[in-house]
């Protein structure tokens, strides 16, 4: 499809593309199964049950995970999976909820969850230019007594702004520390191996359609089964209860995964799962990493080494510049020869019409974008505190009440079929902002 329509495709952080042969094999299965919803003992549901179950095994498998020490807790996407947690974690006076400064939007709402249980939210910045943390200053976050309540801490394994994958080695100096850690997985897990086996966190989360690209509409929540024992629901829903009564006015959670999965699963879908992650195993997760490894040195080589006649440089990356503990996702702003960021959002439109898919803004992650462009504290809380702004403020409203700052960036994102012509295309467009 890419070649057929000379489409440079560039936004794989966003969503992976669809493999032909997953649809045809998922396609063929629903064509001759008779496949009910799930929750019952008749023909049609126990068959599948059958395959809810296989999926849920082929996710374990595919991480390592042994099922005495993890479950798997089918979602919607990786939001509703951190929604879970969030929405379920003891929070109180004396625990803590930390968290990195580079996450997505759905790991920073968890500390409304916090903020309605009294528990104070602590972020810990990543530093420029790599954008990576101080491992001294988390260090000193993680060490610290607390005041003896429960804490979480959480971060994504590779950031869906810079690239950077933040180090694995914070999990067990997290726990043995006391902390209950969430490891946001969702843009690490697509080309890099996680072995569960090797690390415990005691939450990930990730959503499918980014690993393999179809089936959509499904992420989990893989939970140590510790972890999960001691998250309370706030409410019940069908397929979440053994008994619930309406004049008794109590109900009973289900055990496990169940308790965790709010009505009807997306279980068409879900042996659509298990042949992806067999997909991605004929292929081998480590040579999908080096593949994207490779050709992600070679953008940011081709990148940097664009100049304007004057010797100036076109881009500034915010993120590593080198292929070493960072993932496919290269973040940028262009600027011309005298040193003015050209708008990201001249970027996306002259892309759009050279057929180039690549990503402009903020990507839901906040804390990113306000290390990399220099957007500080002061200048929101001026901004966020303007009687106008009380409850309603736009993106152009924003732009301009920091001042004209740039409010966004460009990302260009590498995956599973990227290949060098892709890199290329990318170079020549980019080469169309020199002067
Ligand atoms: C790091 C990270 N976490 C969470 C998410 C949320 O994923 P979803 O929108 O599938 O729930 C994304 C999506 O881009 C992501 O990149």
């Not at 809810?52 to 082929?58: F, N, P, T, Y």
């Not at 140590?224 to 209860?241: Q, V």
């Not at 496919?328 to 011309?336: A, C, E, H, K, P």
């Amino acid at each position: 499809m890419l070649d057929a329509t000379g489409h440079v495709y560039l936004d794989y952080t966003a969503a992976n593309l669809i493999p032909q042969s997953l649809v045809a094999r998922h396609t063929a299965l629903l064509r001759d199964h008779l496949l009910g919803n799930p929750h019952s003992s008749n023909p049609s549901s126990a068959l599948t049950t059958t395959f809810v179950d296989q999926a849920r095994l082929s996710v374990l498998e595919f991480f390592n995970a042994d099922p005495d020490e993890y479950v798997v807790i089918f979602t919607g996407n990786a939001t509703q999976a951190l929604k879970l947690v969030g929405e379920s974690y003891h929070f109180s006076e004396s625990g803590e909820y930390v968290l990195t400064f580079d996450n997505h939007n759905s790991v920073n709402g968890i500390r409304e969850f916090a903020r309605v249980k009294g528990c104070p939210t602590i972020y810990v910045p990543v530093v420029l230019p790599e954008m990576r943390v101080n491992d001294a200053e988390l260090a000193f976050v993680l060490e610290r007594g607390g005041a003896g309540g429960p804490r979480l801490f959480a971060y994504p394994a590779q950031s869906n702004f810079s690239g950077v994958q933040h180090p694995l080695d914070w999990i067990p100096f997290a726990q043995e520390r006391g902390w209950d850690v969430l490891l946001d997985a969702a843009a690490f897990t697509p080309t890099n191996p996680l072995d569960l086996s090797r690390w415990s966190p005691d939450f990930v989360s990730q959503s499918f359609y980014k690993m393999f690209g179809y089936p959509t509409g499904v992420g989990c929540l893989i939970a140590r089964k510790e972890a999960l024992a001691k998250l309370r629901r706030p409410w019940f829903a069908g397929g979440t209860i053994t008994v619930a009564s309406v004049q008794g006015d109590r109900y009973y959670l289900a055990e496990g995964a169940s308790a965790f999965e709010d009505g009807t699963p997306n279980y068409l879908a879900l042996p659509g799962v298990a042949f992806g992650l067999e997909y991605l195993t004929s292929i081998g997760i480590d040579v999908i990493h080096k593949h994207v490894t490779q050709l992600t040195a070679d953008l940011i080589e081709r990148l940097t080494a664009l100049r304007h006649s004057n010797g100036a440089a076109l881009a500034r990356i915010y993120g590593p510049r080198s292929a070493i503990r960072r993932g496919g996702t290269v973040t940028f702003n262009m600027y011309d020869q005298h040193g003015r960021a050209i708008d990201h959002r001249d970027v996306e439109a002259r892309a759009n019409a050279a057929n180039i898919s690549l990503r402009t803004g903020c990507f839901c992650n906040p804390g990113g974008g306000e290390i990399a462009l220099g957007i500080t504290g002061t200048d929101l809380s001026s901004c966020f505190h303007q009687p106008e702004h009380e409850t309603h403020l736009t993106i152009d409203d924003f732009r301009l009440c920091i001042d004209g700052k740039s409010t966004g960036a460009v990302r260009v994102s590498l995956g599973l079929v990227s290949n060098l012509a892709d890199v290329a295309g990318f170079t020549t467009f980019a080469e169309t902002f020199l002067t």
